[in-house]
Antibody, heavy 119, light 111 residues
Framework: EVQLLESGGGLVQPGESLRLSCAAS????????MSWVRQAPGKGLEWVST????????YYADSVKGRFTISRDNSKNTLSLQMNSLRAEDTAVYYC????????????WGQGTLVTVSS | QSALTQPPSASGSPGQSVTISCTGT?????????VSWHQQHPGKAPKLMIY???KRPSGVPDRFSGSKSGNTASLTVSGLQAEDEADYYC???????????FGGGTKLTVL
């Protein structure tokens, strides 16, 4: 059974940094691309970033490009999201998502971790 | 403003069928057969219900089906059940600079 457990969320002030982690188990982590998707309170889903299975290519939404960095450690089955220069509009639940198949479908979702950016 | 357009709400009685639309452009839905649908119950994580327009992941009931025509994709839920009441989000591949674009979501109510 695929399990994705996010951690690292919390309350930070605007301009500060935060690092999210996702511990993956139950599947061959190094075989699949992984993504982060976020959902602001009461709002819809927004794709944030994706990394290929080997970490060789990364992709970002325009809203986070230059501020967020996605990475993975296949030896530890861990996905990370380094978030710098945080803004109030980054407040959201951040989901770790396994990508399986053609066209980058978001296949298996973690339970999410809440990031709140507020002074 | 979401990239894809969905109706904010839809409803149907138990046993009926309901269809939810998702409209994009030739740069996303119309350009690729990579449309997905996700179900989200309140307070829960989303769940993939349909991928590559028409395919169902293992474990998803065949009451859920997807289709596409031009720049519009659709999710049909047949034989509505109480547990189908949830928010539904469409998403599409939109090129290498925008791997996933989402619709704003549709709240499905089972009357």
């Amino acid at each position: 059974e695929v399990q994705l457990l996010e951690s690292g969320g919390g309350l930070v002030q605007p301009g500060e940094s935060l690092r999210l982690s996702c511990a993956a188990s139950g599947f061959s982590f190094s075989s699949y691309a992984m993504s982060w998707v976020r959902q602001a309170p009461g709002k819809g889903l927004e794709w944030v970033s994706t990394v290929t299975n080997d970490g060789g290519r990364t992709y970002y939404a325009d809203s986070v490009k230059g501020r967020f960095t996605i990475s993975r450690d296949n030896s530890k089955n861990t996905l990370s999201l380094q978030m710098n220069s945080l803004r109030a509009e980054d407040t959201a639940v951040y989901y770790c998502v396994e990508v399986v198949g053609n066209g980058w479908p978001l296949s298996q979702w973690g339970q999410g971790t809440l990031v709140t950016v507020s002074s | 403003q979401s990239a894809l357009t969905q109706p904010p709400s839809a409803s149907g009685s138990p046993g009926q069928s309901v269809t939810i639309s998702c409209t994009g452009t030739s740069s996303d839905i119309g350009g690729y057969d990579y449309v997905s649908w996700h179900q989200q119950h309140p307070g829960k994580a989303p769940k993939l219900m349909i991928y590559e327009v028409t395919k169902r992941p293992s474990g998803v009931p065949d009451r859920f089906s997807g289709s596409k025509s031009g720049n519009t994709a659709s999710l049909t839920v047949s034989g509505l059940q109480a547990e189908d009441e949830a928010d539904y989000y469409c998403s599409s591949y939109a090129g290498s600079n925008n791997l996933n674009v989402f619709g704003g979501g549709t709240k499905l109510t089972v009357l």
